[in-house]
């Protein structure tokens, strides 16, 4: 049995006489990843910063390893759709940002960053600045200095949003890669339903106006997720139920 | 190759049509040699008048170059104050603009009266100058340091100090060098403005002027030429400080590695 390691009760935010998010309750599990969709104004990025520790809540509670972490920032590990490398730095030294913000870089942080980056593919290019590198490399490098936060839990804020549709699916794939064997929690903000559906344990979805959540599905299928996944019947059922949540409208 | 080249070349060549055209005034419209000296004899003077001229040129150089430094020292402390406190800001800007409004000229006379003829007048008025453009870059570089660094800064847990100098100092770092380059231009012109304004002695500027009373025409024109030198100077010195702190502007890759 798993324990939570996130746990959302009862959030409120409102900005003036909006209420961005009303009362959203969420649970995630150690190791789990959770994919929260819903259309731009859904509340989903409001969330996202309450967790984050940039906004506070109105109303409810935010806890971490059982911990309160209400307007606390420094606990999660935390990445956008903007890579936001900083173009004056080496790619070893974008994935060790956080040491530098914070206790500066041990010798042993140098070695961990090397020896993870070149796990995952991005060895040849430790002593490249960003500008040399591509889109999705970018999105690699920025992940990487995520993972060397040393967070258990992740927040990400459709990262790969920027990216044509074939450097996204392969970010996709290599995420899940990492993601398997670096035994993180996700928590990954997406409006798009096929990549949510293709990366998550759950899939949350929520709806604007006032920003909630309106359902937690179950993704059924197992893992590895492959070309095939994409084309499933249980694929497909699932999109049909997310499609009809987000478009009640167009729903005969 | 062909690159260095070309940023060789074409300077050059912008000079020598300058200096043709030059020549051809000179030439054609019979100008005698006492309102105005071909280009050659210009440069002759320089090193005829060696001597004389070098150890006033030194003197130009350190005003230029210590003005340049307090300049650029207090613009950027300045410009800190007022990026990071927004009350100091409001105080200081329009103050900032009035300082600018005083013709520089007018600066000489209170500073004699304070300072008499020595090299601290004319040290303050190149740093009078150099300031300004200094802390309005490095103002409009700290307040356009994109938000999301900051968001994302803060959310890694960092310290402000660290947040500093690993993400705003070096963002500040293009426009920053932009006002310098500005600055070093500038500074010579105050050291020049400085001397001829408050006068005191052996100055690069009273030897003009003695130069220009005795009809030596061609001595006129060749410390005019040094003093552009020095700007030039300035302006180089800052902009090889720039290439060789912002290796990520040119290079795909670090040179230095550690291993």
């Known amino acids: 049995m798993t324990e939570n390691l996130l746990r959302v009760r009862d959030v409120t935010r409102r900005f003036g006489d909006t209420v961005a998010l009303s009362r959203a309750s969420l649970e995630v599990e150690t190791g789990s990843f959770v994919a929260l969709l819903g259309p731009s104004g859904c509340g989903k990025s409001t969330l996202f910063n309450v967790i984050a520790g940039l906004q506070t809540a109105d109303e409810g509670s935010v806890t971490l390893k059982g911990v309160d972490i209400a307007g606390c920032t420094g606990h999660v590990g935390y990445m956008l759709q903007k890579d936001l490398l900083v173009p004056w730095r080496t790619v070893e030294d974008n994935i060790l940002l956080a040491a530098h913000l914070t206790r500066g870089v041990q010798p042993m942080d140098r070695v961990a960053a090397r020896e993870m980056a070149t796990r995952y593919g991005l060895g040849e290019f430790l002593r490249h600045y960003p500008h040399a590198l591509s889109g999705g490399m970018r999105q690699r490098v920025a992940f990487m200095r995520t993972l060397a936060t040393h967070q258990s839990l992740l927040l990400l804020d459709e990262p790969f949003g920027a990216l044509d549709a074939q450097t996204r699916f392969e970010m996709q794939r290599w995420l899940l890669e990492v993601w398997e064997s670096a035994q993180r929690t996700v928590l990954f903000v997406t409006h798009d339903v096929d990549e949510a559906l293709f990366l998550a344990d759950r899939v949350v979805v929520m709806s604007p106006r006032p920003g909630r959540i309106v359902a937690d599905l179950s993704v059924t299928y197992g893992r590895p997720r492959t070309l095939d996944t994409l084309t499933s019947p249980e694929f497909m059922r699932l999109k049909a139920e997310v499609l009809s949540l987000l478009h009640p409208e167009a729903t005969r | ?259």
């Open chain 2, 1 to 259: 190759m062909k690159k260095l080249f070309q940023q060789i070349a074409f300077p050059l060549i912008g000079l020598a049509i300058v200096i043709a055209i030059w020549q051809g005034i000179i030439v054609f419209g019979h100008v005698p040699p006492y309102i105005a000296p071909r280009p050659a004899a210009a440069l002759s003077a320089i090193f005829s008048q060696w001597s004389q001229i070098w150890p006033l040129t030194w003197t130009t150089i350190c005003e230029t170059v210590y003005g340049f430094l307090a300049g650029a020292g207090v613009g950027f402390v300045l410009a800190l104050a007022m990026a990071k406190v927004p009350i100091i800001n409001k105080m200081l800007y329009p103050l900032l603009v009035f300082s600018q409004a005083i013709p520089v000229i007018a600066l000489a006379p209170p500073l004699v009266l304070i300072f008499a003829f020595s090299m601290t007048p004319k040290i303050l008025v190149v740093a009078w100058i150099v300031f300004f453009p200094v802390t309005v870059a490095a103002v409009d570089g700290l307040t356009h340091v994109d938000r999301d660094y900051h968001q994302l800064a803060t959310v890694l847990g960092a310290k402000p100090s660290r947040t500093f100098a690993v993400i705003e100092l070096p963002a500040i770092v293009t426009p920053l060098f932009s006002g310098l380059r500005i600055g070093a231009t500038y500074a010579v012109t105050g050291a020049i403005i400085g001397e001829a304004a408050t006068g005191g002695g052996a100055t690069l500027a009273q030897y003009q002027h003695d130069a220009a009373t005795n009809f030596q025409t061609q001595v006129v024109y060749g410390t005019t030429i040094v003093m552009a030198l020095i700007g030039i100077a300035c302006f180089a010195v800052v902009s090889a400080i720039e290439y060789a702190v912002t290796p990520w502007q040119r290079r795909s890759t670090a040179r230095r590695y550690k291993a």
